[in-house]
């Protein structure tokens, strides 16, 4: 069975700072890999994926992450926070049948 | 293009009630998704529904069912709600569905929260 781990459930960085996010996940198979975004009141976007083709992959609004298969991780990162990344990140993975599954999230406070 | 659209945004019910949300998705797109989210068990997957068919399904009892109508609107309703289904009530909206062989990215509505008083 497919399932995913957020490591933090809260971080907490200053503005201009970098920001990790960690994410693990566990796959019987080859996974799909998402990095969602959701603001307060507001639905989720999708900040990156990975489908099998670079394992570096870059998203919207300067964030990246890494497929890294021995260490079965798929951290989020960003160079510099910012003011308006505040928000809960989701790490995701596809199941077998297309389901997605979702992490507990992860709140991402950026301090002035 | 018109994002994913969601009524009500909010909703308050009784415990015993039936509800029934509704989700408008980006024209074209065939599939809708729902999520339930809430704070003790994260996202969760219900149903999604493809062409009016239901084709996919999470671990949800009986009482949770949708319908997906011919312009690819979709309801979602709950019966005999419990004080547990309070939740924020996720639509999604992709082209093709999740069981194409390449992923079709979910485009999200901004939800409706349901509280069960």
């Known amino acids: 069975a497919q399932s995913v781990t957020q490591l933090d459930s809260h971080v907490s960085v200053s503005e201009g700072t970098p920001v990790l996010l960690r994410c693990n996940y566990s796959?019987?198979?080859?996974?799909?890999l998402f990095w969602y975004v959701q603001h307060p009141n507001k639905g989720l976007q999708l900040l990156l994926k990975y489908t099998s083709a670079a394992t570096l992959v870059k998203g919207i609004n300067g964030f990246e992450a890494e497929f890294k298969k021995s260490e079965t991780s798929f951290h989020l990162t960003k160079p510099s926070a910012h003011m308006s990344d505040a928000a809960e990140y989701f790490c995701?993975?596809?199941?077998?049948?297309?389901?997605?599954?979702f992490g507990q999230g992860t709140t991402l406070q950026v301090k002035p | 293009k018109a994002g994913v659209t969601q009524t009500p945004r909010y909703l308050i019910k009784t415990r015993g009630q039936q509800v029934t949300l509704s989700c408008s998705p980006i024209s074209g797109h065939r599939s809708v998704s729902w999520y339930q989210q809430t704070p003790g068990q994260g996202l969760q997957f219900l149903f999604e529904?493809?062409?009016?068919?239901?084709?996919n399904k999470g671990n949800f009892p009986g009482r949770f069912s949708g319908r997906q109508f011919s312009n690819s609107r979709s309801e979602m309703n709950v019966s005999t709600l419990e004080l547990g289904d309070s939740a924020l009530y996720l639509c999604a909206s992709s082209l093709q569905g999740q069981l194409t062989m390449s992923y079709n990215e979910q485009f999200f509505g901004p939800g409706t929260r349901l509280t069960v008083l």
């Open positions: 796959s019987s198979y080859s996974p799909s």
């Open positions: 995701v993975v596809t199941s077998n049948t297309g389901k997605l599954i």
């Open positions: 529904y493809f062409s009016e068919t239901q084709r």
